[in-house]
Structure formats: structure tokens, C-alpha cells
């Protein structure tokens, strides 16, 4: 059976599963506080305003957008990040308002030294609670610094590269003694690139997860690379993963980041949401 056949089969039998359980609200788990946000690099292909015409297209009421991602319509040639005016902020905030999405997040950020405050600045004219970034480590007293001040946290993001802080030991190393705003936006993907396993790293930081780059992946060998495919069709135990959090009494955002089928991932997104509800709703 070709790869396509199977992985419509399973989006087919999980679609069903999912029709036969109460219907759920997108980013309502009930009696817990997860949220499903959406960054906006799965649909990197397209604009801002085009992203967050998709986030509401699937019910999902949060996004998370990275820097430099062209902003489309009547924005001209302006790209997301610090350098929009605060004319285009005002009208970016509420032209997500009309759409019932909230721009949570940004990121991830990458910036030089003289570049944070403007990022932390942005991040607070925006109302976002946390931005996703990978601060240099000689960074971390003024980043630390600016979380405080400007009450917004750092979510830590590991890339999957050896220069990055792609294992928890390196992340957990960095942060130790430093303020409860800092922790990390975990790409449950990118730990099973760099051959670790993502339950146990999801272990090793409990306390300091304040989001996700959620998602699962193709085994080895299909297409000769671990691509994404719809949740709880791959390997990356996402059941298993869902219940430690719960465990945990995880706090945050599962941020869904679908790096395949560029063109249309929106049916592979809603079937792997309705997965989520499923897996949550038997809890």
C-alpha cells in the first residue's frame, strides 16, 4: 500500500473514532488548561493574514507567528517582527480580534544582543505571553532581565543542530537558577531527530515546559526522512506523551507546527485535532 493509501486510511479511522465521541471545543480540554495554538511556519508558504485566516478556518482560537513571514493584504511589503510600525501592530491585533484568534506567541527569535529589548518591546505591545526563541548563552542575564521587567516568558526552542540547545540537559543547564518566566517551547519532533526520546525529555523538564512544538512523525525509511504525519499516526507516542502532562499538571500551549504537505496540511491538522480531543476526552 502506498504511503498516500495509509495515511489517508488512518486520517479515514480516526476522523471516525473521533465522530462517535462528544464534539469539543479546539482549545478546551475541560477540566484541563491546554490550548492549541498554531505557528504560523506551517503555513510559511502563505501570509500572516492568510495564516490567521487558516487558524480560524480550523477552530483554533491562538497562533504563534515567526519573524520575517511576509504579511500579506493590505500590509504591503511589511514582514512580521519588531520593525512593523505601531500603526500595522494596532491593525495586525485587530484584524486577528475579527478572525476570534489571539497572537499569543512569536517567534522563534534568534536575535543579536542589541536586538532583544525591541523584541521583548514588540512581544509587549502585542499582548503576547511568551515568545519562542534561542537566546545565545552569553545572552541569558539580559534576557532574563527583560522577561522580568517586561513580564513576558521565554519559551526555549531546540532546533535539531548540536550548536542549539537541542537535548534538556543543555536547556536545563542554562536556565537552573533563573526566573520561573524562562522554561521551554519543546519540538517533541526535533528530540527524536537528534535520537533522543521525547517522553523522557518531556520528563527531565517538568516545571520549566511552558509550550510545545507539538506533532508526530513517519517512522525511518518512509521517504528516507522523518516527515510529519497526522498525530497518533507515527512514532512519537503522542498518547503517552499527552498523559505524562497531565501527570505533570502542564500549564501551556501545544503549539502545532505541520511541516509537510506545505500546500494543503489543513485536513492532516484537523484530523490530528480531533486525535488530541480524543485521546483528552478519554483521560
Known sequence: MSKNRLSLLLMVLIFVCCKSSPAKEADNT???????????????????????????????????????????????????????????QIKLKDLAATKGVKIVSSGVWTAKRDEWENVFLFAKNMEQEFISAEPAKEDWDLVEELANRYQIKVAVHNHPSESSYWSPEILLESIRDRSDLIGASADVGHYKRMGLDPLECIKKQEGRLISF?????APVGMEGKLEDVVWGTGILRVDEMLKELKRQQFNGYFTIEYEANWENNLPEIATSIKYFDLVVSNF
Not at 488548561?33 to 510559511?44: E, P
Not at 512544538?213 to 512523525?217: E, M, R
Request: hydrophobic content about 35%; glycine content about 8%; cysteine-free.
Open 30 to 88: 475541560d477540566t484541563l488548561d491546554w490550548k492549541l495554538s498554531i505557528q504560523s511556519y506551517t503555513f510559511h508558504l502563505f501570509s500572516v493574514v492568510e495564516s490567521l485566516d487558516k487558524t480560524a478556518e480550523l477552530g483554533v482560537k491562538y497562533i504563534e507567528i515567526y519573524p520575517g513571514q511576509r504579511m500579506g493584504a493590505e500590509f504591503g511589503d511589511a514582514r512580521f517582527g519588531y520593525q512593523l510600525s505601531e500603526e500595522d
Open 213 to 217: 512544538h507539538f506533532k508526530d512523525i
